[in-house]
């Protein structure tokens, strides 16, 4: 019976064990190590090792079985114990790990068995270090934390840096380069000298003259060509009162001139070549055979030296103060002196030219002696067929 009894413990014991996943191989190893102790005893009883024997008391008998069975019975109720230990503990973790997935699994029932192994665990940690944007698109640190990958990156950053800029700068430089290339010595804009053009030329102020000082900027670009150069070279010239220099666009310039007759021109008793002077004494050109209408002629004796002469600069100073009506009728201007000066005019009368002599002496009070001369000349009453109108003296005018 003892056998029976302990082996369906046994059995029942090994069934539950199979049944419960989560009890520890330890405490398998512990109750099949008990149950084959007392199988060893239980079969050292039946066997024929045991003393039989008719006189052996029953009481004795009866004792070791009373014994026996209580002793398993201890056994049994110290296993039992420690199976219903085993079973709260179970159904603890049990209900904990249930408690967590019905929290994280809202289809589930609340009465429904839950195996924890299937449920999904998030490591948030792992997750974190794994992205590398937060939830908002805002960076976050790397995902991997690798300081010599992260010194090689560094570096291949810099070395990237330094690479682009160097590019950066070469292109720039490469751009600018030719640039100033296309813009100043390329042919794209050289100025060619067909293409100067020049306007307000006279007889006096030549087109060749403007021409020679124009060819000096000639094979440059015109982003070199210095206009005010070239405007300060022509008004430099003898009869030139203004200069305008424009720059065509791609290889031409356009020059215009304001050039002035003659203040006078003078003229040497034993020659015919006529030298023409501007206001200052300068000489424009030296001309023959050309007609000096409205332009005064002063008769030197040397035109070289003349120029020098104070009494031909009194000369050009009070010609080139007269208007241009009473300059077309002067003929001939003559200066012996600086206080000499003398102007000769014709106006045409009823039997023919009517000729008069104007002594202007020098050139002070200019405007007072014009208003004079041009008051009385301008009165037949007053200047009647007198030939000679002396203003060296505006206080007192002469005629005769």
Not at 16 to 42: E, G, Q, W, Y
Request: some cysteine.
């Amino acid at each position: 019976m003892g056998r029976m009894i302990f082996g369906k413990s046994s059995s029942n014991d090994e069934s539950n064990d199979l049944n419960n996943p989560n009890k520890s191989a330890s405490s398998i190893k512990h109750t099949r190590s008990i149950a084959s102790t007392f199988v060893t005893s239980d079969t050292f009883a039946a066997t024929d090792n045991f003393p039989k024997s008719d006189n052996f008391p029953k009481s004795t008998n009866f004792s070791k079985s009373s014994n026996l069975d209580a002793h398993k019975r201890s056994i049994q109720s110290n296993l039992n114990s420690q199976d219903s230990t085993r079973l709260a503990k179970n159904d603890l973790s049990n209900s904990k790990k249930a408690t967590t997935s019905s929290s994280l699994e809202n289809q589930s029932s609340k009465n429904a068995f839950v195996d924890a192994r299937r449920l999904s665990v998030v490591d948030f940690v792992k997750q974190t270090l794994k992205s590398s944007s937060g939830p908002l698109g805002i960076a976050s640190r790397p995902k991997v934390i690798d300081f010599s990958a992260r010194e090689k990156e560094k570096n291949f950053a810099k070395i990237r840096t330094i690479l682009l800029r160097f590019a950066y700068a070469f292109l720039a430089f490469a751009l600018i380069a030719l640039l100033c290339w296309m813009l100043f010595l390329s042919p794209f804009f050289r100025l060619d000298s067909k293409n100067i053009r020049i306007f307000g030329s006279n007889e006096w102020v030549s087109e060749q003259k403007i021409a020679s000082i124009a060819s000096n900027q000639v094979d440059k670009s015109l982003f070199l060509v210095s206009s005010q150069q070239i405007i300060e070279q022509l008004n430099n010239i003898p009869g030139v009162t203004e200069t305008k220099v424009v720059k065509q666009f791609p290889h031409g310039l356009q020059i215009t001139v304001r050039a002035q007759k003659p203040a006078a021109m003078l003229k040497a008793k034993d020659g015919e070549k006529l030298t023409a002077v501007d206001v200052k004494g300068r000489v424009l050109n030296a001309v023959q055979n050309v007609s000096t209408s409205g332009i005064p002629v002063i008769e030197v004796s040397d035109v070289t030296k003349s120029l020098n002469s104070r009494a031909v600069k009194e000369a050009l100073k009070i010609v080139s103060s007269l208007s241009q009506d009473f300059r077309s009728h002067v003929i001939r201007v003559s200066a012996k002196t600086q206080d000499s000066v003398e102007t000769e005019v014709s106006y045409p009368g009823p039997s023919g030219d009517v000729r008069r002599i104007v002594v202007w002496g020098d050139s002070s009070d200019l405007e007072l002696k014009k208003a004079i001369v041009e008051t009385i000349i301008s009165d037949p009453s007053k200047i009647s067929n007198r030939q000679l109108l002396d203003v060296s003296a505006p206080a007192r005018p002469i005629l005769k």
